[in-house]
């Protein structure tokens, strides 16, 4: 059963901890390069103070996304902080929608609010932009398009040994010029 709500104004005085559960497709969630191949979990610690809660937790989920160097494909695990205030005020909308707000306001009878578009925004803002495998990913041969990681196919050596960057000769023959010139 998905659940979109959150029903803030039947939560206990003091602390209490609510869980939801999303399918990455009920989030609705899209993004260049990257699969939700699993549910988005998200556990909030409440405490309540009369007519004023606190609500913090972590959202997380395991996203499968390309590796920028090698292109291979691999999970990530995130876990996103989340955190916003309720403030229960009669006459206030029975039905809220979290987005941005610091505090939500939310009439105190039979409040709700829909945390959704909070937790898919916190889900796609973990989404990293610069994805790798791993910090020192070797990524692919540039004359045989190998998977370095996997092994070496012999090119990378026989290139730095054999070529000079052609950057670095065409500042070396500025440099040769110029001092042609002055002297
Ligand atoms: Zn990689
Ligand atoms: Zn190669």
Redesign the pocket.
Known sequence: MIKNYFEVSALPEGRSSSDFLWKPENLDLKYNNVDFPTDVLLHLNNIRRGLEITCFGTVSTIIETK?V??L?VFPIELAEKIDFAVRLIAGAPINSQLWYEDIVRVDPASGKIDISPRVRDAVLLGVPTHP???PD?K?LCPICGANL?HGDCGHTKEKQEKQIDPRWEKLKQLLENKNQQGG
Request: aromatic share 0%.
């Open positions: 590796c160097r090698c291979d790798l495998c791993k990913c990524g990681n």
